[in-house]
């Protein structure tokens, strides 16, 4: 085993950009107003969540312009309320624009969002810290990384409402996914007691999957990777398919059971099946 390392997403956004485009330019009327596992929306809804996010990024960093009503943001919670604000106001107002309006705001946007997150600092200290990992402050490559997660996730939403998931499951496009959502686990299991020593083992399967291992050292959680066969005190299996939907909320948990194993310690893998790696 050895300690993860940084997660580089930078050469993926352009790629994740492409398939993006191509997909909605291809879209018919029925598709866009097709349910989706994100509860009361569209698939056009989702594509303007998509859209607001983008815009507000390149309007933060390359205008430099921040909105005068940001509420004070002093916990979890409170971030959590303001984003669900910004989504409730926002993706009611967007059902007044085309589909060509929306896909003309991504195409636009998403270049120069590869650009502004090209020339960022990998190493300092990026505006957001990535909350769902129980972070307060974040380098820009892990802010960068999240970000990624943002656009493959919601457009792998998009995908499964039509059935076309299969472009952004590979190895390429999905490991940096699930390596960044794994991140999340230490701060999942911060409240879960263990002996130093105490290892679980997550392996998602197919392609872009991978093994990970939490590790009790020195008294708090560690997250490590290989593919060596090191002692465990548990092993959880998900299946690659339903892995990225899991941690994003988009299916239940009984539904995905069916899909998961868990070996050994029953006690100490549950607590990775309510990991989230999004802000909810």
């Known amino acids: ?23 909605l330019r291809g879209l018919s009327t029925d598709d866009w107003q097709r349910s989706t596992v994100c509860k009361g929306w569209s698939v056009k809804d989702i594509v303007a969540h998509m859209a607001d996010t983008e815009l507000r990024m390149v309007s933060l960093y390359r205008d430099g312009y921040t909105p005068t009503d940001i509420p004070v943001i002093d916990s979890y919670q409170s971030l959590v309320d303001y984003l669900n604000k910004l989504n409730n106001d926002w993706v009611p107002v967007a059902r007044r624009f085309s589909p060509a309006i929306l896909i003309n705001w991504l195409q636009d946007a998403g270049p120069q969002l590869h650009k502004i997150y090209s020339e960022l600092p990998p190493f300092e200290n ?11 402050t974040s380098p820009n490559w892990f802010h960068i990384a999240r970000q990624y ?23 390429e496009l999905y490991y940096p996914l699930l390596d960044t959502f794994v991140r999340a686990m230490p701060h999942t299991y911060r ?18 999957g991978g093994n990970w291992y939490l590790g009790k050292v020195s008294g708090a959680w560690q997250l490590f990777t290989g593919d060596d066969d090191a002692a465990t005190n548990t092993v959880i299996t998900i299946n690659g ?19 998961i194993t868990i070996k050994g310690e029953q006690d100490l893998g549950m607590p990775a099946l309510s990991m989230l790696s999004v802000i909810a």
């Open 1 to 23: 085993m050895k300690e993860v390392a940084v997660i580089d997403t930078i050469t993926l956004f352009p790629k994740l950009h492409g398939h993006l485009m191509e997909m």
């Open 126 to 136: 990026a505006i957001f810290s990535v909350a769902w990992a129980g972070e307060k």
């Open 149 to 171: 997660t943002e656009l493959w996730h919601h457009q792998q939403q998009i995908r499964l409402a039509i059935d076309q998931t299969q472009p952004l499951m590979s190895a």
């Open 191 to 208: 409240t879960i007691e263990a002996k130093d020593g105490t290892t679980i083992k997550l392996t998602i399967t197919g392609a872009g």
């Open 241 to 259: 398919e339903i892995a990225w939907r899991l941690f994003t909320k988009g299916i239940a948990l009984h539904e995905a059971l069916t899909h």
